[in-house]
Antibody, heavy 114, light 110 residues
Framework: EVQLVESGGGLVQPGGSLRLSCAAS????????MSWLRQAPGKGLEWVAN????????YYVGSVKGRFTISRDNAKNSLYLQMNSLRAEDTAVYYC???????WGQGTMVTVSS | QSALTQPASVSGSPGQSITISCTGT?????????VSWYQQHPGRAPKLMIY???NRPSGVSNRFSGSKSGNTASLTISGLRAEDEADYYC??????????FGTGTEVTVL
């Protein structure tokens, strides 16, 4: 079964850091672009970042550039999102998704609050 | 990159057809072959319903169809059923950023 499972969410203070992980199974992880997306409470979906199959290209939405870093470890079938200098507006459910968003994880909640 | 514009809500009776619009610009929907649609039930992850403007993934009902004209993409749900009640989002590739999503549409089955 093709599956993505996120972890690492939680409560963090403004200015703090958090690292999200996404474990992939059931498909050849290293053959797909991967993305992180998010959804603030009661709001719509927002694409956050994506990374090429071999990790050589990365793209970010403007609001997280310089603060978030996407990475992957194909040997571990894992995707990561390092989030630094977190702000209240980063509060959201974070999803990882495969390629053109044909497979999604269940999401992990990140709350930025003092 | 501004979000694509969708109607906040659309409703219909069981068996009817409804259409959800997704309006962008010539920098996204108007020039993209990569327009997709997602269904999201409360508390659940989104599910891909249409990709590349009009293609259905395996397992998605043929009651769902997609199209595009100019800067506006559309999702049509025919033979509306109670289980179609959900939020729907469009998404497009853009010339300035890989992806932009629509504002979302709440579908209500009366």
């Amino acid at each position: 079964e093709v599956q993505l499972v996120e972890s690492g969410g939680g409560l963090v203070q403004p200015g703090g850091s958090l690292r999200l992980s996404c474990a992939a199974s059931g498909f050849t992880f290293g053959s797909y672009w991967m993305s992180w997306l998010r959804q603030a409470p009661g709001k719509g979906l927002e694409w956050v970042a994506n990374i090429k199959e071999d990790g050589t290209k990365k793209y970010y939405v403007g609001s997280v550039k310089g603060r978030f870093t996407i990475s992957r470890d194909n040997a571990k079938n894992s995707l990561y999102l390092q989030m630094n200098s977190l702000r209240a507006e980063d509060t959201a459910v974070y999803y990882c998704a495969r390629d053109a968003f044909d497979v999604w994880g269940q999401g992990t909640m990140v709350t930025v609050s003092s | 990159q501004s979000a694509l514009t969708q109607p906040a809500s659309v409703s219909g009776s069981p068996g009817q057809s409804i259409t959800i619009s997704c309006t962008g610009t010539s920098s996204d929907v108007g020039t993209s072959n990569y327009v997709s649609w997602y269904q999201q039930h409360p508390g659940r992850a989104p599910k891909l319903m249409i990709y590349d403007v009009s293609n259905r993934p395996s397992g998605v009902s043929n009651r769902f169809s997609g199209s595009k004209s100019g800067n506006t993409a559309s999702l049509t749900i025919s033979g509306l059923r109670a289980e179609d009640e959900a939020d729907y989002y469009c998404c497009s590739s853009t010339s300035s950023s890989p992806y932009v999503f629509g504002t979302g549409t709440e579908v209500t089955v009366l």
